[in-house]
């Protein structure tokens, strides 16, 4: 079984950084595409940011210049580097993976948890 597991959230004062991770835990042999993902109070999941296995990235216009996805194939995890954050950031965090291979099974449409990052003063 894979699981995906968010880690890193918080508190945090406005303009300060944060960073997410999320392991994939199990025997993976593969991992694809991966996204996060974020839901603010009385709002509906947005996609925040991609990353493809080879590394290609893509970013939501709000918050591009302030944010950095990574990944560390080695690890099986994703990373989202917060930078200047807005108490408008707000949200719950989710990471998702499109699609992972573990010996001969195949997954697809992993999420994780969750974790909440909450930027206020």
């Known amino acids: 079984q894979v699981q995906l597991v968010e880690s890193g959230g918080g508190l945090v004062q406005p303009g300060g950084s944060l960073r997410l991770s999320c392991a994939a835990s199990g025997s993976i042999a593969s991992i694809s595409g991966m996204r996060w993902y974020r839901q603010a109070p009385g709002k509906q999941r947005a996609l925040v940011a991609t990353?493809?296995?080879?590394?290609?990235?893509n970013y939501a216009d709000s918050v591009k210049g302030r944010f950095t996805i990574s990944r560390d194939n080695a690890k099986n995890t994703v990373y989202l580097q917060m930078n200047s954050l807005k108490p408008e950031d707000t949200a719950v965090y989710y990471c998702?993976?499109?699609?992972?291979?573990?010996?001969?099974?195949?997954?697809?449409?992993?999420w994780g948890q969750g974790t909440l990052v909450t930027v206020s003063s």
């Open positions: 998702y993976a499109e699609s992972a291979r573990s010996g001969s099974t195949y997954y697809s449409g992993l």
């Open positions: 990353i493809t296995s080879g590394g290609s990235t």
